[in-house]
């Protein structure tokens, strides 16, 4: 999957996916000059795109770099790829991926800026790329902490690079690269996952929590015990602590918990208010990743025997119908353990 040689020109890339994310990456590539084509599913909101020169629906007023295209036709844009760059939601992932196989060569690189788990077995979203395309791909995934609106806006971001090829991930971080957007790398595709992933769910927590009113304590506790249960699982499935400290891990934690630009923090918000998720999700009005990433991180972890009570909480409201309040009650009252206490000797 690695490589050693000089890696290839990445222009035109092919961003499928025309939602916030896709479009806010695809403005960020164009605006370095290189040639980039978006697709997405909806040929209606293509044509509106194509027309206006903006996604009025999801990156209102940032107008379009000339040299970013809209193809509606998935196998003309993909038969133009250089590279192919990936912002589906999850649930939409593998079928994406299967579309992808039908049109590129068989060597085309490939990242995904998408967050989660595989729907319904919990698989890293890597190891579903490999199962899908093979081996012979260079792969990567693009991660924060960063909003898609603010990346549009060309405002300061820093970005996470992960990819086990050298090559691949430093074409793909110039190819980012800007005074405003700064990109580091690293091979811990793992933690990077990980981090992407249990971040959204931990942010419907927060958001749950401070919709209720229980106040910055408590949401200090949720994140803090939230990094806790993520190093834990991390910990288990072989990645680095320093990922989950790191911007992929703790800085995009802590972004999506506090802010509300967070589709993931106004779920929670909504619950609080609603008590229904029917009608929390109609409020949002948009997809939350942390939805779906709850139920496929609970399974991974019993898969391996990691207890996640804020995540298992998380799944009881979502699915199981319990009680908002009771459900973060429960967390905050769960039964006293003791905690390793690292003391120093005095010095004589």
């Given at each position: 999957?690695?490589?050693?040689?000089?890696?290839?020109?990445?222009?035109?890339?092919?961003?499928?996916?025309?939602?916030?994310?896709?479009?806010?990456?695809?403005?960020?590539?164009?605006?370095?000059?290189?040639?980039?084509?978006?697709?997405?599913?909806?040929?209606?909101?293509?044509?509106?795109?194509?027309?206006?020169?903006?996604?009025?629906?999801?990156?209102?007023?940032?107008?379009?770099?000339?040299?970013?295209?809209?193809?509606?036709?998935?196998?003309?844009?993909?038969?133009?790829?250089?590279?192919?760059?990936?912002?589906?939601?999850?649930?939409?992932?593998?079928?994406?991926?299967?579309?992808?196989?039908?049109?590129?060569?068989?060597?085309?690189?490939?990242?995904?800026?998408?967050?989660?788990?595989?729907?319904?077995?919990?698989?890293?979203?890597?190891?579903?790329?490999?199962?899908?395309?093979?081996?012979?791909?260079?792969?990567?995934?693009?991660?924060?902490?960063?909003?898609?609106?603010?990346?549009?806006?060309?405002?300061?971001?820093?970005?996470?690079?992960?990819?086990?090829?050298?090559?691949?991930?430093?074409?793909?971080?110039?190819?980012?690269?800007?005074?405003?957007?700064?990109?580091?790398?690293?091979?811990?595709?793992?933690?990077?996952?990980?981090?992407?992933?249990?971040?959204?769910?931990?942010?419907?927590?927060?958001?749950?929590?401070?919709?209720?009113?229980?106040?910055?304590?408590?949401?200090?506790?949720?994140?803090?015990?939230?990094?806790?249960?993520?190093?834990?699982?991390?910990?288990?499935?072989?990645?680095?602590?320093?990922?989950?400290?790191?911007?992929?891990?703790?800085?995009?934690?802590?972004?999506?918990?506090?802010?509300?630009?967070?589709?993931?923090?106004?779920?929670?918000?909504?619950?609080?208010?609603?008590?229904?998720?029917?009608?929390?999700?109609?409020?949002?009005?948009?997809?939350?990743?942390?939805?779906?990433?709850?139920?496929?991180?609970?399974?991974?972890?019993?898969?391996?025997?990691?207890?996640?009570?804020?995540?298992?909480?998380?799944?009881?409201?979502?699915?199981?119908?319990?009680?908002p309040r009771e459900a973060v009650q429960a967390l905050l009252c769960r039964e006293q353990k003791n905690t390793e206490i690292v003391r120093t000797e005095p010095s004589n």
């Amino acid at each position: 999957m690695a490589s050693n040689a000089p890696f290839p020109n990445l222009s035109p890339t092919v961003v499928l996916g025309a939602g916030a994310w896709g479009t806010a990456l695809a403005i960020a590539i164009a605006r370095n000059n290189h040639d980039v084509i978006l697709w997405g599913r909806d040929p209606k909101q293509l044509a509106l795109i194509a027309k206006d020169r903006e996604n009025g629906r999801y990156i209102a007023g940032v107008a379009f770099p000339d040299s970013l295209r809209i193809e509606a036709n998935l196998g003309k844009a993909l038969h133009q790829a250089k590279h192919v760059l990936i912002s589906v939601p999850s649930l939409a992932f593998v079928d994406c991926l299967s579309q992808v196989k039908q049109h590129i060569a068989a060597t085309t690189p490939i990242s995904w800026a998408t967050k989660g788990l595989t729907p319904e077995t919990g698989c890293f979203l890597h190891d579903t790329v490999l199962e899908i395309l093979g081996d012979d791909h260079p792969l990567a995934i693009i991660s924060g902490p960063s909003f898609a609106a603010e990346v549009a806006q060309d405002l300061p971001t820093a970005f996470t690079i992960a990819s086990l090829d050298p090559v691949f991930a430093t074409g793909l971080a110039g190819l980012l690269h800007r005074p405003t957007l700064r990109v580091y790398t690293t091979h811990d595709i793992i933690g990077v996952q990980i981090g992407g992933s249990i971040k959204n769910v931990l942010a419907i927590a927060a958001g749950i929590s401070d919709g209720l009113g229980f106040g910055a304590n408590a949401r200090a506790a949720l994140i803090t015990r939230g990094l806790a249960e993520s190093l834990h699982l991390s910990q288990k499935l072989g990645a680095q602590t320093d990922t989950l400290i790191g911007l992929a891990g703790l800085g995009d934690l802590i972004l999506t918990c506090t802010d509300d630009q967070s589709r993931n923090r106004q779920l929670g918000l909504a619950l609080a208010s609603t008590n229904s998720v029917d009608a929390a999700i109609a409020q949002v009005g948009k997809t939350v990743e942390g939805m779906h990433a709850a139920r496929e991180v609970l399974l991974r972890a019993k898969q391996i025997n990691v207890e996640m009570p804020i995540v298992e909480q998380v799944c009881n409201i979502l699915f199981e119908g319990h009680n908002p309040r009771e459900a973060v009650q429960a967390l905050l009252c769960r039964e006293q353990k003791n905690t390793e206490i690292v003391r120093t000797e005095p010095s004589n």
